[in-house]
């Protein structure tokens, strides 16, 4: 598969990952190397990636907790505290070996460790190849509320060994889904049919499928990285889906979702209020819906829980001047954003998800 360019790093894939990274070793002159892993990436990933380095640099492993509970301010801490243990300086490097968790928490580390080191991203679930290593965001969470703490900074390259997904569990797969439903959705239809039209995927695409995804993500961040107009629109089914996400994380007495698990419901939640605001074709609502729900399934959604969902969309961090922003479909492929959604709709769309 060819590189792909983008203004600030390089995209390679699979075959192409090693060879680049080597040369980028060879070329600058970094004092170490830090591997940010956590236990699962440990111990299934990173003997064939270190297996695959070629340097004399010395290599320190350093292993975070899996999962979103941890991608928060305290695992930074620790981060930087074993940084600084290790005589990290400003010319280390920082690879992130990891999902969305890894690779957000990586950068945010590396782009404010000594005011900034260099770091890569090597992702190793669906999710972090087609969305969350990609655009140069990194940040945590602030308690339960979604990427409160950030800053937007790429890496020096992205490398997409697909070789990792065969470490995955399928519901690791089907919440990377989410994302390339969603650049479908918002970006291209004939995208989105691939998905709509093929329902049972057959793997051999998959790559194919990564690689249209990630440029369609490339296209939208390289006109408007710092998120003031198009950007936005990979924020379609977010507004809720984080919501929903930051609700089951916090509560309980419910078992979490996944990232994309909670965006795949957010996004049929939109899809349904643009029926009513943007005149979105009920028809093709009810095929994302299907579509969607084929992958998903449909986790329910208890009528007690509507409250204390719409409650956490003031702590969305798209919110301008007081207002909730939501992202709507005017039809598959052309959106419209800044919209602003009443809470009697909001509880309207949940009573559709759940019919």
């Not at 709509?196 to 998959?206: G, M, S, V």
Request: net charge negative; aromatic share 8%; glycine share 6%.
């Amino acid at each position: 598969m060819k590189s792909i360019n983008t203004k600030d790093y390089t995209i390679f894939l699979n075959t192409e990952c090693y060879p680049a990274i080597n040369k980028h070793l060879t070329k600058y002159n970094y004092s170490k190397i830090f591997i940010l892993v956590d236990e699962n990436t440990h111990d299934c990933c990173l003997p064939k990636f270190l297996s695959n380095l070629e340097t004399e640099l010395d290599i320190e492993i350093i292993e975070i907790e899996s999962g979103e509970i941890n991608k928060n301010i305290e695992t930074c801490s620790g981060v930087w505290n074993a940084l600084s243990e290790l005589n990290a300086d400003r010319k280390s490097l920082l690879i992130n070996l990891g999902g969305g968790v890894i690779t957000d928490l990586g950068g945010f580390v590396a782009s404010t460790f000594k005011r900034g080191i260099d770091y890569i991203n090597v992702p190793t679930t669906l999710l972090a190849m087609v969305d969350a290593s990609i655009g140069g965001k990194n940040g945590v969470d602030l308690g339960h509320l979604k990427n409160q703490i950030g800053v937007v900074n790429p890496g020096k390259m992205v490398l997409v060994d697909t070789s990792f997904l065969s470490t995955l569990p399928e519901n690791q797969i089907r919440s990377g889904l989410a994302e390339m439903l969603k650049h479908g959705l918002i970006y291209s239809k004939e995208y989105w049919n691939k998905f709509h039209l093929d329902k049972e995927l057959d793997t051999k695409k998959l790559d194919e499928l990564i690689y249209e995804s990630i440029e369609i993500k490339k296209t939208i961040v390289e006109q408007d990285p710092f998120e003031n107009n198009l950007r936005k629109t990979l924020n379609y089914g977010h507004t809720l889906g984080h919501a929903i996400e930051s609700y089951y994380l916090s509560n309980t007495s419910k078992t979490p979702l996944l990232h994309g698990e909670a965006i795949a419901i957010g996004m049929i939640l939109a899809t349904y209020i643009s029926t009513k605001l943007t005149g979105f074709s009920k028809a093709e609502c009810s095929q994302i819906k299907e579509t969607i729900l084929h992958v998903f399934g449909q986790p329910k959604v208890l009528e007690v829980d509507y409250t204390p969902i719409i409650e956490l969309l003031k702590f969305d961090k798209k919110n301008e001047h007081g207002k909730i922003n939501f992202v709507l479909l005017k039809q598959i492929g052309d959106t419209k954003i800044n919209c602003q959604v009443e809470n009697n709709l909001i509880v309207e769309s949940f009573n559709y998800y759940n019919s």
